[in-house]
């Protein structure tokens, strides 16, 4: 019978900057790996002690001291070798290292070759590349190092095969988007079948800002097989055994890949859940409208944090319908948050006293509209500062695109789950979270999406029909068509004209407004940073 190497992949949810408790969850991993699994080595993610993406904190002249003193703590932990993730200062500056820990001393050290520079990664800022492979041995078997971006490239792989390894270990701190998971296996399975060496991929968990990591890591072999599968949104140690006569992993459980838009809720959940756990505030407030998205962020909000700590507000005004009004309190009782109705139409009187003599002589236009809106952003904005509760915004990725929204007023707050998310994916979304339990009245599914700040107000009276406006959104924001590429795909030039300069124009907004969940390939925010005064036009 072949001996077998045990390892342990463990995925975890770390917090950038606190490297204290991210030292304390490796040394309580590590033993419980070598104690329970009987792992021979544990795998951690990309920039373990650190988190990811640290930023800006590695210009901070302490980094590395603090980096040293928890290797010095780790010290303590025998009988188990430790593959993870830090910055550390290199032949030419600062690198972003795979080390192995063993007994106390590092043995071995890799400096990630190729830095990602694109969407939300610049990494190029802050390190200096590596050259070279980095291959030590475990029980006879001879393994490989390599970090995230590594094995997005043929050569480091390459570089493996030919030092003589007989497995790589990855390790990666790899944000979700929803179509990730499929990338992934698509671009280790290449490199398995050109170097033929199998692949234990390590992933991050959890939530960073306007980051989710999904975690789903894998060991493949060199066939370009899944072997064994993590789960998906949640931290673990996964136990993998490489079988050192064959030169591949046992075959083990292999989880599922979760639907759409299963790990579309699970990443906004856990994107809300984090950013307010790991900020320290106590819960969320948001406004509930009667519309589908504020339904659809309460049960968000709720699925992360539990009922007791959301609060919903409506706020309604003369244009609030009855429906809304019901709908509201049908979705607060069914999930049991703390709920309450505070008419607007007070204030509004007194800001529209006040301001009488400057609207002399004027008609009413967007200015009375956004004037409502921003009465509730101050209700919500002083609810939170009493009782230390987050605002969560409601906005989707749609109305953000083309400036649907108020500054000041629905935009006010600290975080929004549907940042990244189109309005035909709301619908989606809400029709799935059913599926799981009746939260959203399907009358609130099915009604015209309105505003709701003038009479009969529904938001195509103002944007095109939701389904054209989101692949419009899609193409140029995502897949960065121009407007003559757009108009050939069957779109009307005057509308995707319209629609196009919408979205330029509203840059100033986009720039002030607060993070949100990435759940695409290219969302607002650190994927796409447009120049506010410009004066580039839609064209060619």
Same mark, same amino acid.
């Given at each position: ?48 002690? =650190? ?46 290292? &795979? ?38 041995? =475990? ?8 970090? =995230? ?15 003589? &390894? ?46 989710? !990591?999904?975690?789903?890591? !894998? ?79 309460? &049960? ?11 609060? &919903?507000?409506?706020?309604? !005004? ?56 921003? =009465? ?50 709301? !619908? ?113």
């Amino acid at each position: 019978m072949s001996a077998k190497l045990n390892i342990v992949m463990a995925q975890l949810n770390l917090k950038v900057g606190d490297i204290d408790g991210n030292t304390t969850q490796v040394i309580e991993s590590a033993e419980a790996a070598r104690d329970q699994h009987q792992a021979d080595m544990v795998v951690f993610p990309e920039l373990t002690l =650190c988190g990811y993406p640290p930023e800006d904190l590695l210009l901070r002249p302490s980094m590395v001291l603090r980096i040293e003193q928890a290797l010095s703590k780790l010290s303590a932990v025998k009988g188990i070798d430790l593959v993870m993730g830090l910055p550390a200062i290199g032949a030419h500056g600062l690198e972003n290292q &795979a080390v192995v820990i063993r007994d106390g001393q590092v043995i071995a050290r890799y400096a990630k070759q190729y830095l990602p520079n694109y969407q939300v990664f610049d990494e190029k800022r802050y390190f200096v590349p590596g050259r070279q492979a980095c291959v030590f041995e =475990c029980k006879g078997v001879k393994l490989a190092l390599t970090v =995230c971006e590594d094995l997005w490239y043929p050569e480091p792989a390459q570089q493996a095969r030919d030092a003589g &390894a007989d497995l790589i270990l990855s390790l990666n701190a790899s944000p979700f988007h929803k179509d990730k998971q499929n990338i992934r296996y698509e671009t280790v399975r290449s490199r398995c079948q050109e170097s033929g060496l199998p692949v234990l991929y390590v992933n991050l968990s959890g939530g960073q800002d306007e980051l989710v !990591f999904d975690g789903g890591s !894998f060991a493949m072999n060199g066939n370009g097989q899944v072997a064994v599968q993590s789960d998906y949104f949640c931290e673990g140690l996964y136990l993998t055994r490489f079988d050192q006569q064959e030169k591949t992993f046992v075959q083990e459980d292999i989880a599922e890949l979760p639907g759409l838009h299963e790990r579309v809720y699970k990443a906004l959940v856990t994107g809300v859940r984090d950013y307010v756990n790991k900020n320290g505030f106590k819960g969320v407030v948001l406004g509930l409208s009667g519309g589908i998205d504020s339904a659809l962020t309460l &049960a968000i909000a709720t699925d992360a944090l539990g009922a007791e700590r959301v609060q &919903a507000v409506m706020m309604p !005004f003369r244009y609030t319908s009855n429906m809304s009004l019901e709908d509201a309190q049908e979705e607060a009782d069914i999930l049991g948050v703390d709920y309450s109705v505070m008419p607007i139409e007070p204030m509004f009187d007194a800001f529209m006293g006040t301001l009488s003599a400057q609207f002399e002589n004027t008609q009413k236009d967007t200015t009375e509209e956004n004037l409502q809106s921003r =009465c509730r952003g101050v209700m919500l904005m002083a609810i939170s500062n009493k009782k230390g509760y987050m605002v969560l915004t409601t906005g989707n990725k749609s109305e953000m695109a083309v400036g649907y929204a108020t500054l000041y007023g629905d935009m006010c707050g600290g975080y929004n789950a549907l940042k990244d998310v189109p309005k035909t994916l709301v !619908f989606a979304l809400s029709e799935y979270r059913n599926t799981l339990g009746y939260v959203i009245p399907q009358r609130v599914i099915d009604r015209p999406p309105s505003a709701e700040l003038a009479p009969d107000q529904v938001d195509e009276d103002s944007l095109p029909p939701y389904d054209e406006l989101d692949r419009i959104i899609e193409m140029y924001v995502e897949e960065d068509k121009s407007a003559e590429a757009i108009i050939e795909s069957g779109f009307d030039r005057d509308t995707v004209y319209r629609v196009l300069r919408l979205i330029d124009v509203n840059e100033f907004k986009r720039r002030q407004a607060v993070v949100g969940v990435r759940i695409t390939p290219r969302g607002f925010g650190r994927d796409r940073r447009y120049p506010i005064t410009n004066g580039w036009r839609p064209g060619i």
